[in-house]
Every structure is written in structure tokens, then in C-alpha cells.
């Protein structure tokens, strides 16, 4: 998505209870957060108006800051009211939202009880482009070296900044080796996830998608479960060896930012998009942002 830097933008940004101008919502560079990656944060989207799944998003965000045992300096309920208050000061309808908490510059090393836990949040403009015969191409996946790691050695279910190195990694070397993303393996060989999404397969009719016990549980992921069951698909959540997708019909990523996002291949591996696939597309977008629709 093009446009100005994402220092540079125009607007506000909710800063430890306050807006400050956009281009001033700076961070000290000795930041704990920045050091020793004790940052947590979220992906939000609203759609014409309404933020989707604010609650599950704002829950999972304490839980994350607890996690890394950063007790935050709001309730739940003022994160609730500030999300929808910056996207009406902004003036925002389709939209992303990042709100984003993280230990502050008080003291330097890796103790850092009495740090200042910082809060901020931004929005940004983020129409939903809804042309489903593009999407129905699929991404190009590869798999990825780097693994999701052992859940003894991270706090796999936080959304925590630190965790996303290894993403950030697989995606580099996927795009510079021409694929859209990569698809991690956990540390058992087992698939994992993408980089930014969930993932599910397709066979006679059924779901498959590993089961979220090395990585995160998406809300797009229990969003999308929770509508194929609703459809009568069954969902079956298990332990799933890379050589099995030789046997796999579709497949398909789910997250906040992708939704529901047809895959075409991963390495070898070839799906075809088809009737699961767009029937839950559909059923996101009508969940999700049901004016879409109505408004084609
Ligand atoms: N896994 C990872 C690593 C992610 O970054 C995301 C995006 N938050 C997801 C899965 C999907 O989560 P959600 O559906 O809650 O956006």
C-alpha cells in the first residue's frame, strides 16, 4: 500500500492519553520495547464504520500485556471507547487500527520492573478491495526455513512483537525467491501458520487446519471456523504433516488483514480455489462488513 512513510503521515495519534500530531508521536531510542522486544500490540479493522471484533481484539491484547507481565494503565473498556473515538477523530470509515503497548526508557537492561508502560494507538485509511476474481488467483507460498518455536521457549499466544522476527525473515526470503508469503512448519514439522495468518486445507469436503498449539489462535481463524460450522462444513483441527498436502483440495489464509485469502501453491503443491473457499470469502465479507455486498 503506497503512500507517505508511516512517520510522515497527517492526522492524530492516541498517545499515553492524549492525541499528539501524527508526526510526533516519536519514542525515545533506549525504549525497553525497542531493546528487549517487550512490545505487544494488535491488528484491528473497522468496516464502514463499525470496528470488527473490537472486543476479541482488546481482550487479546490485555492478555498479551499480561503475558509479558505489563499491567496496563487502562481498562478494557477505555481501549474500547478510544478505538472508536480516533477512527471518528479521523474521520474513518474502512480502516486499520494499531494499538500497540510496550515498556518505556526509564531504566536500561533486561530488568525493567518499574518501566513506564506505554499505550498508543493509530488508524489509518484501509478499504477493504473487494474484487474476488483477483483474489481467486491465490498466493504463491513457500516454506519456510525458520519454524514456530518450541511453546516452552516463547509466550506463543501473545501477539508480542519478539515473536515476529522469524516471520519477518521467512517473508523477506520468500518475496526475494518471488513467492507472496511462507508457510512456517512448528518445531515438530508439523504445518504451522503463515507469516501474518492462519492457514486451512480443504479435503472431501472437509476443513483441516493445524491446531493453534505453538502459534496464535487468529480471531479471523475462530471467526472462520465458528461460519463453516454454521454452514454444516466440518472442521477438523488436528496435527498436519507438510507431505499431506499432496492429498489437499483447497486452501486458504485467514487474519485480519488477508481475511479469507485463497492459496494457489505451496512449493510443489498446487490448490485449486473452489466452492469451501468462496462460500467462506462470502461469508466473511457478510460478517465482517455486510454493506460490501449490497453496495457491488
Ligand atoms: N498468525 C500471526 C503470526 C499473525 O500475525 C496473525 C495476524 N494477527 C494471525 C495469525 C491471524 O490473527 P487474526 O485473525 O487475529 O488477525
Known sequence: MAGPAFDQREGYIWYNGEYVDWKDAKLHVLSHGLHYGSTVFEGVRAYGGEIFKLKEHTDRLFRSAETLGMKVP????????????????????????????????????????????????????????????????????????????????????????????????????????GFNDAMMLDFEGNIAEATGANIFFTKDGALHTPVPDCFLDGITRQTVVDLARRRGIEVIERKIRPEEMADFDECFLTGTAVEVTPVASIDKYSFKPGAITTQLMDDYTNEAHPHALAAE
Not at 501473545?158 to 515473536?163: D, E, R
Open 74 to 177: 487502562y481498562t478494557k473498556e477505555e481501549l474500547i471507547e478510544q478505538q472508536k473515538d480516533i477512527l471518528k477523530k479521523e474521520g474513518l470509515t474502512d480502516a486499520y487500527l494499531r494499538p500497540v503497548i510496550w515498556r518505556g526508557s526509564e531504566l536500561m537492561g533486561i530488568s525493567a520492573q518499574a518501566n513506564r508502560i506505554n499505550v498508543a494507538i493509530a488508524a489509518w485509511d484501509w478499504p477493504s478491495y473487494f474484487k474476488p476474481e483477483d483474489r481467486l488467483k491465490g498466493l504463491r507460498l513457500t516454506v519456510a526455513e525458520w519454524c514456530r518455536p518450541d511453546p516452552r521457549t516463547i509466550p506463543c499466544h501473545a501477539k508480542a512483537a519478539g515473536l515476529y522476527m522469524i516471520c519477518t525473515l521467512s517473508k523477506h526470503k520468500a518475496e526475494n525467491d
